[in-house]
């Protein structure tokens, strides 16, 4: 199995090239420099694997949601490198791959990721460790004011993400003592959309170039919260 994963969708810009389960990887922090480092993060993996586009299986990147601009990026991208090796694609929540890199960093099992989502909301989500050691999503992924997230059942949650940092006692008051640890300056790597693709292709996940659609989760971009139709 030959996977190319971009994510581009926070502050990190990064790169993944997953060979039969062993992965290399580009990653930097630079915010508003993702058009110009993901297409090079791509030459170099692809030439340090000595691979050719045509060889991979599937490119998978982060659908989002995430930041607007970050993940269009990821989704252009990845359309042209697709349709260019004539591959299909893998869309993988950016939610599940930070859980994901939270499991892989940090060995939590219960994990609740936020961004950031501005306008005084998150995007936010509630994963578990399978058997597998793949995060399985508990609740549907959602933009929401931290004061009315979707509750998972039972104690014991890690949380992971900015938005923990912008929204941590509004979160914690909602979710009460659910909430044993928060790592908020974890962000989302291609590493994990990378093994989170893999499962998803052996389901039968992937899609044609042209389908990479970007899931936002919020149709308005500019309103205020106080616009929008409450849940």
């Not at 990190?12 to 580009?26: K, Q």
């Not at 659910?178 to 389901?203: P, R, T």
Request: charged letters at 20%; glycine letters at 10%; a negative charge.
């Amino acid at each position: 199995m030959k996977i190319l994963a971009i994510e581009t969708a926070t502050e990190a810009c990064s790169a993944a090239l997953l060979i039969d389960g062993d992965v290399i990887e580009r990653y930097q922090v630079q915010p508003r420099m993702h058009s110009q480092l993901i297409l090079p993060m791509m030459d170099e993996l692809l030439a340090e694997a000595g691979l050719a586009l045509t060889a991979l299986d599937a490119i998978a990147f982060g659908r989002g949601p995430g930041a607007f601009t970050g993940v269009r990026i990821a989704v252009g991208v990845t359309q042209g490198a697709a349709f260019a090796g004539d591959l299909p694609v893998v869309p993988i929540s950016t939610l599940a791959a930070l859980a994901q890199r939270g499991y892989r960093e940090l060995g939590w099992q219960r994990l609740l990721p936020a961004y950031d989502a501005r306008m005084q909301e998150v995007y936010w989500g509630a994963y578990e460790v399978g058997p597998q050691g793949l995060v399985v999503a508990c609740v549907d992924d959602e933009v929401a004011a931290p004061d009315r997230v979707t509750l998972p059942s039972g104690n014991g949650w890690q949380g992971v993400g900015a938005g923990w940092n912008s929204y941590r006692p509004l979160l914690e008051q909602r979710l009460g003592n659910a909430v044993v640890s928060v790592e908020g300056d974890l962000l989302c790597s291609a590493h994990d959309v990378a093994s989170l693709a893999v499962a998803a292709l052996a389901n039968g996940e992937a899609v044609a170039a042209e389908q990479a659609a970007p899931v936002y989760l919020r149709d308005k971009v500019a309103s205020k919260p106080g616009e929008r139709q409450e849940k």
